[in-house]
C-alpha cells in the first residue's frame, strides 16, 4: 500500500512480490482479490519539502482473471473481401491471427481489436483498411498479398507485417502487456468512494519526460497497458490532496496499487455562535499556512477537501471579514465554524481565538 504525503515524488524501487500470470483478459473488471506481498521504499520528497518516511506499495494477485466474458470475434469486412462474417465465396487465402500478453503466453480469448491494412498506400496517401475484427482469435480470407497488421488491446498493441501467399497462414503477434488496477484509501484505511479520487496515468518517455495517456482512469478498473514504468497521479478531490507514484507494470501480470492518502473533508460554515447556523450568501477563502489561497466560494455550506496541514479560512459577510485558524488531519471529516466573533480588524489583527 503506497502511503505517502500530499503532492510529493517517489519511486518504486523494488518489488518484493512477483504476482501470478494472468492469461485470460477483456474489457470489463474482475472481482475477486487475495491479500499479496509487500515492498519497502523510501519517499524522495520535492526540493524544500520536509523529509518523508518509509511507505509501502501492495501489490494484490487477484486470484482471477481480470477480463470480461467471452465474446466471439465480429469482423467487419469491405466489398471483395470476406471472413468468418463475410462472403465465403470471394476467392482468398485464410489468414488467422492470434495474440499472446507474453512468449510464453496462450492466446487471449477477448478484448482484442484487430486492424489488417494493405501494405501499399492509396491514392490520400494513407494504408487502406481491409479489414477489422473484435473478440480474441480471428479468421480472415484476404487476396495474396502484403499487410501490416495491429492488434490493440486497451493501451497496449502490437503491428506485424505480412505477406499472405497461396498457403493459409497463421500468425501470432506479442503484446508485451500487463494490467494496472487501481485503488485509494485515508486514515486507518478506510476505502475512498470512486467518484471522489481520480487518476492520471503518464508513460515514461527519454529524459525524464511524461506523456499523458489516461486523463481519468477508473478506480477498480483494469487499465491494460504494455510493460513499463508507468507516473501515477492520484487526485483526493480537486485541491491539494495529490499524491505520485511510479508503478511497472509486468508483461502478463496484474498489479493492483492501493493509494494511501494523507486528507479529509471539511465544510466550512459562518455561525453567530458555537453550533448555531449557517449563514448565507458568505464569501469564503481558504489559506495554507504560507500564505496561498487555494480556494475560494461563495455560500453557507462550501464542502471541501483538504491535504493534511494547517490552514486559515476567511469568511467575508457584507463587509466585515472574519478569520479562524484550523489543522486537518487524515481521515479526520468534520466541520470548521468561524464565528461573528472571529472578526479581522482594519490593521489585520484578529481577536484572541
Known sequence: MIRLPSAFDLSLASFALCLAAVVLLGNALAQGSEGGGEALFQVTPPAGGAAGTPHKLELVDPGAPFGSPETGAAI????????AAGNSTIVGTQLTLHARLTEEGVPLPHGLTWRVFAAEAGPDGALPLVATAEGGSAALTL?????????????????????????????????????????????????????????????????GQRELITPNAEAGRIVRLHAGTY??????????????????VKAGELTEAVIHHKGAEVTLKLVEEEGGEALANTRWSVLTQGGDTIHESVGAFP????????????????????????????GVNGEVEVRLTDIVRPQGERQAQ
Not at 467487419?76 to 471472413?83: A, T
Not at 497496449?156 to 508485451?176: C, F, S
Not at 492520471?200 to 529524459?207: A, F, H, N, Q
Not at 486559515?312 to 487524515?330: E, I, K, M
Request: charged share 25%; aromatic share 8%; no cysteine.
Open 76 to 83: 467487419v469486412l469491405p466489398d471483395g473481401v470476406s471472413g
Open 143 to 207: 487476396p495474396p498479398g502484403g499487410y501490416f497488421v495491429h492488434a490493440s488491446f486497451g493501451r497496449a498493441g502490437a503491428t506485424q507485417r505480412i505477406e499472405l501467399g497461396e498457403a493459409p497462414l497463421d500468425e501470432t503477434l506479442v503484446l508485451d502487456a500487463g494490467g494496472l488496477r487501481l485503488s485509494a484509501v485515508v486514515g486507518e484505511d478506510f476505502p475512498l468512494e470512486r467518484g471522489k479520487v481520480a487518476y492520471e496515468i503518464y508513460r515514461l518517455v527519454e529524459d
Open 231 to 248: 507516473h501515477v497521479v492520484s487526485r483526493y478531490g480537486a485541491l491539494n490532496a495529490v499524491v505520485r507514484a511510479d508503478i511497472e
Open 303 to 330: 464542502h471541501i477537501i483538504l491535504t493534511e496541514g494547517a490552514y486559515t479560512a476567511v469568511a467575508r459577510h457584507g463587509d466585515t471579514t472574519y478569520a479562524r485558524d484550523f489543522d486537518v488531519s487524515s
